[in-house]
C-alpha cells in the first residue's frame, strides 16, 4: 500500500483540513472533553486530585491533548494512570491535521492507527471513518477510537445537529454561528464569535470548524 508523504507533520496537512466537509464532518461523543468538563466531571475521572482539576481549570482552553498531557505529566501522573484517565476523557484531534504525539496519547492506538489516520487524510466523513479504519479492526474498536476524533465543520452547509456536536456549544452560540452565513474566511468567524466569547474561547471553537474553498 502506498503510504502519503509525513505521516508525523501537520503544515502539509493545513490545506487539505480546509476541504473537510459533509454532511458528516462533526466532533465524536463518548468522552469527557477537560475544556468545557465542570469541577465536579473533572473531579469524577480517575487519577484528577482536587490539585489536578484546579490546575485543569486554570489552564484551559488547551489547544491540544499534548498540552493537556503536559499539565498532567507535570502533576506526576505516570503513564499507566494518563491512560486510565485517557479512556474516560480527551481533547479531541482533529482527523486531518492531528500530529504523530496527538495520536499517540489515545489509548490502544498505537503507530499502526496514526498511520492509518494520515494515509486517508483529507476525511470527510465518519461513515468514511467507519470503513477505512475497519479494514484493520473490527466494529467495536472502531467505534472506542473514534470517539477521540472530530472532522471539522464547515461553517456555511453544517446542521444544526452537526454543530452542536461541538464540545461545550449551546443553542446561544449554534444561532451565532449561522446569524452570520455565509463567512468568507477565518478572519470573520473570529470577529463575529469574538463579540460573544473571550478570544480563547474563539480559538477553541474555531478548532473544530473550516470553511469549505468553492
Known amino acids: 500500500m502506498k503510504r502519503k508523504r509525513s505521516v508525523w507533520t501537520t503544515g502539509a496537512f493545513l490545506v487539505v483540513a480546509s476541504l473537510a ?7 465524536a461523543k463518548g468522552l469527557v472533553d477537560p475544556n468545557v468538563a465542570v469541577e465536579k466531571d473533572l473531579l469524577a475521572l480517575p487519577h484528577v486530585t ?41 481533547i479531541h484531534v482533529n482527523l486531518n491535521i492531528a500530529t ?16 492509518e489516520f494520515a494515509e486517508y487524510r483529507p476525511w470527510k466523513s465518519f461513515a468514511q471513518f467507519d470503513k477505512e479504519i475497519g479494514k484493520y479492526v473490527d466494529a467495536a474498536q472502531v467505534a472506542r477510537l473514534k470517539q477521540y476524533c472530530f472532522i471539522p465543520i464547515d461553517l456555511n452547509t453544517a446542521s ?10 449551546g443553542p446561544r452560540m449554534l444561532r451565532e454561528f449561522k446569524e452570520y452565513r455565509p463567512y468568507k474566511t477565518i478572519d470573520q468567524f473570529r470577529k463575529e464569535i469574538g463579540k460573544y466569547v473571550s ?12 470553511i469549505a474553498q468553492p
Open 100 to 115: 504523530g504525539e496527538e495520536i499517540l496519547l489515545i489509548p490502544g492506538a498505537g503507530r499502526r492507527m496514526a498511520r
Open 160 to 169: 444544526d445537529e452537526d454543530i452542536i456536536t461541538i464540545p461545550g456549544l
Open 21 to 27: 466537509t459533509g454532511a458528516e464532518a462533526q466532533v
Open 199 to 210: 478570544a480563547k474561547e474563539v480559538a477553541r471553537l474555531e478548532r473544530y470548524v473550516t
Open 50 to 90: 482536587p490539585a489536578i482539576a484546579k490546575a485543569i481549570l486554570e489552564k484551559r482552553p488547551f489547544a491540544s491533548v499534548t498540552e493537556l498531557n503536559a499539565l498532567l505529566v507535570a502533576q506526576s501522573l505516570t503513564p499507566e494512570q494518563l491512560g486510565e484517565l485517557y479512556g474516560k476523557a480527551f
